[in-house]
């Protein structure tokens, strides 16, 4: 079983900047955890991919994001980070972290990120 706990969400100005971390707990190392990453979810839209990482460091960002946004992980830590500059009030949403182990995907609860004036 995989438990994720985000935090680092609020309120943030445009043009500002965030971040988030994700970290899992379970009896299994971090390498174990395949994909690790994070999507969103603003009111009135679907989920929507954001970034995610794999065990091997291989990244993969979301076309809105890309060159705003960086996913990192510590896999001795099981955790994975998201970076969040020049950020846009578009980007508000509840981002969810996510990780994939075994073939199985597990998700975080979501924490809310604004970005408003």
């Known amino acids: 079983q995989v438990q ?9 100005r445009p043009g500002g900047s965030l971040s988030l971390s994700c970290a899992a707990s379970g009896s299994f190392a971090g ?8 999507f969103r979810q603003a009111p009135g839209n679907q ?3 954001v970034a995610i990482i794999t065990s091997g ?3 993969n960002y979301a076309d809105s994001v890309k060159g705003r946004f960086t996913i ?3 896999n001795d830590k099981k955790t994975v980070y998201l970076q ?3 950020l846009k009030p578009e980007d508000t949403a509840v981002y969810s ?7 199985v995907n597990y998700w975080g609860e979501g924490t809310l990120v604004t970005v408003s004036s």
């Open 4 to 12: 994720l706990v985000e935090s680092g969400g609020g309120l943030v």
């Open 31 to 38: 390498l174990s955890l395949q994909v690790m990453g994070w």
């Open 47 to 49: 989920r929507e991919l």
């Open 57 to 59: 460091g291989f990244t």
């Open 72 to 74: 990192s992980r510590d």
């Open 84 to 86: 969040m500059n020049s």
């Open 97 to 103: 972290c996510y990780a994939q182990r075994l073939g």
